[in-house]
């Protein structure tokens, strides 16, 4: 799984990031929870999701 591109993140309007920074943490929950129960968890996801978080929270900020 390749990282995001940040072009695609900047040309979202605010509505549409905001509903992508609600999905990232709830998968990051999820995943949370599935480590927390001794679930089969691919592990680099969370590297994934969180620098996605961020990219999606620096876009925001700067709007």
């Known amino acids: 799984m390749a990282f ?3 072009k695609s993140i900047r040309s ?3 509505e ?3 509903q992508a920074i609600l999905t ?3 998968e ?3 995943l949370r929870i ?3 129960t001794r679930q ?3 592990s680099h996801l969370f590297k994934h999701k969180k620098r996605l978080l961020a990219q999606l929270l ?3 900020s700067n709007k």
């Open 4 to 6: 995001s591109d940040f």
């Open 12 to 14: 979202m309007s605010n």
């Open 16 to 18: 549409e990031i905001e």
């Open 24 to 26: 990232v943490k709830r």
């Open 28 to 30: 990051l929950l999820e």
């Open 34 to 36: 599935s480590k927390a």
């Open 40 to 42: 089969n968890v691919k």
């Open 58 to 60: 620096t876009s925001y």
